[in-house]
């Protein structure tokens, strides 16, 4: 069976609802949470960094996990094509450790805000988005704080070109995120990084009026371990 | 090695000023305009962190954390700006 690492940080409070997305679908993939002192990148076949508040968000959300040996291990099993998700706070962790580009700002609100969002995915690539149509709608629910993503223009164009990431739909931009981004990925795909969170988006957690978004995240990370992407 | 004494340095983490800082403007928004102290223009927040540290002058304490910031991103290139004080 294929195994995904769950990286749990102190104060990572998401890694049992992604292990719970995964058992729910009945993926065929062991996932399993990790203490970040003890993960190996050797020993998975994928990684996700969970939502949470690792090291309580203390210096900036992320900062202090991005600079932890864990992530020393992960970029070394990114160079070697190791599919690497950060959610949420996740998503700030690589950011911060300089695998994404960009920063994520608090929001212009001013406030945490949680609810469901509808995104737009483009230029889908990758591991986690193998089944995932070109422009198709994913609707998740977001949590955060500090999720307002900032890129400088030429970063910027070079995600649109190059890049598969999530938009939030007109209307639905949550934070105040420049060119509405919710997520972005690496060239190849194979790291991405995305606010709204895929393990609430599963199943009887939707309300009505929007679709289980996370499960053809989900989905796809499952097919493309079994056979490539 | 030993270093001649101990010194103090202030690092201050704020956002660049193109960039929107909402807890600046809620301060000024919702409690310095309230109160009156309209004069006040902008409000921009930060964090500051104050150090002690051992070095052998108070220029080279100030080296000592400049590289320490940014090899640890104590402050994020992409949205902040970075001041070390000297504060003896």
């Known amino acids: 069976m294929v195994r995904v690492a769950v990286v749990k940080f102190p104060g990572t409070n998401c890694d049992e609802d992604v292990v719970r997305a995964f058992r729910e679908l009945e993926l065929d993939v062991e996932a399993k949470v990790v203490w970040y002192k003890d993960f190996r990148s050797a020993k998975w076949d994928a990684v996700v960094i969970p939502g949470g508040f690792s090291y309580g968000d203390w210096l900036r959300a992320g900062a ?3 600079r932890t040996k864990v992530l020393d291990e992960v970029r070394e099993g990114v160079s070697r094509g190791l599919p690497v998700l950060g959610i949420c706070n996740g998503f700030q962790v690589l950011v911060e450790a300089e ?10 609100s001013g406030m945490f805000t ?3 969002v509808r995104t737009v995915v483009e230029r889908p690539r990758g591991p986690w988005l193998s089944l ?3 422009r198709s709608r994913l609707d998740m629910p977001v949590a955060h704080a500090e ?3 900032y890129v400088d223009e030429v970063t910027y164009s070079e995600i649109s070109l190059k890049c598969p990431h999530l938009r939030y739909e007109r209307g639905w931009n949550p934070n105040g995120s420049t060119y509405d981004i919710a997520g972005v990925g690496s060239e190849n795909g194979s790291v991405l990084g995305l606010m709204p ?7 009887v957690l939707t309300p009505r009026g929007f679709n289980p978004g996370g499960e053809l995240i989900l989905r796809s990370i499952a097919l493309s371990l079994r056979k490539g992407w | 090695m030993s270093y001649v004494g101990l010194y103090r340095v202030g690092v201050i983490v704020s956002y660049r000023r193109e960039l929107r800082d909402p807890e600046g403007e809620t301060i000024r928004r919702d409690l310095l305009q309230r109160a009156g102290y309209d004069r006040v223009r902008e409000v921009r927040a930060g964090k500051y962190l104050d150090l002690l540290v051992e070095a052998e002058s108070v220029e080279e304490a100030v080296r000592y954390v400049k590289e320490m910031c940014s090899k640890l991103r104590i402050y994020n290139p992409v949205v902040h700006s970075l001041e070390v004080l000297a504060l003896g």
């Not at chain 1, 695998?99 to 212009?108: H, I, K, V």
């Not at chain 1, 969170?197 to 199943?203: C, D, I, K, M, T």
Request: aromatic share 6%; with cysteine.
């Open chain 1, 114 to 116: 949680c609810r469901w």
């Open chain 1, 147 to 149: 999720g307002r993503y």
């Open chain 1, 64 to 66: 202090i996990a991005a």
């Open chain 1, 132 to 134: 995932v149509p070109d």
């Open chain 1, 197 to 203: 969170h895929p393990e609430r988006a599963v199943g």
């Open chain 1, 99 to 108: 695998l994404l580009p960009g920063a994520l700002l608090p929001n212009e």
